[in-house]
């Protein structure tokens, strides 16, 4: 499975940005697609992840501002942020789980800015 970022930017803090992660190779029977963040001397952390059946997860942190979702051939997921923050600003990473193993994206930056 190859996973590709894409979305992230530079934008005021209070302003919105769209991550896409589009998976491709053997994608069937991927259960679970998500996002994380890891900011500068922190560690990575899951900000929102979505199971095949559309459970959704969020770190409690980006409730109510971010959506994750993800289309119906189960081949991209994507992460509506609004209400950014310069708390957010971090390089995103895509990750999928299909058949017990876990898939990483490149990461994209995103930085928020006062």
């Known amino acids: 499975v190859q996973l590709q970022a894409s979305g992230g930017g530079l934008v005021q803090a209070g302003g919105s940005l769209r991550l896409a992660c589009a998976a491709s190779?053997?994608?069937?029977?991927?259960?679970?697609m998500g996002w994380y963040r890891q900011a500068p001397g922190k560690q990575r952390e899951l900000v929102a992840q979505?199971?095949?059946?559309?459970?959704?997860n969020y770190v409690d942190s980006v409730k109510g501002r971010f959506t994750i979702s993800r289309d119906n051939a189960n081949t991209g997921v994507h992460l509506q942020m609004n209400m950014l923050q310069v708390e957010d600003t971090a390089v995103y990473y895509c990750?999928?789980?299909?058949?017990?193993?876990?898939?990483w994206g490149q990461g994209t930056q995103v930085t928020v800015s006062s």
């Open positions: 979505i199971t095949r059946l559309g459970s959704t």
């Open positions: 990750r999928c789980l299909r058949g017990g193993m876990s898939y």
């Open positions: 190779g053997s994608i069937f029977d991927i259960s679970l």
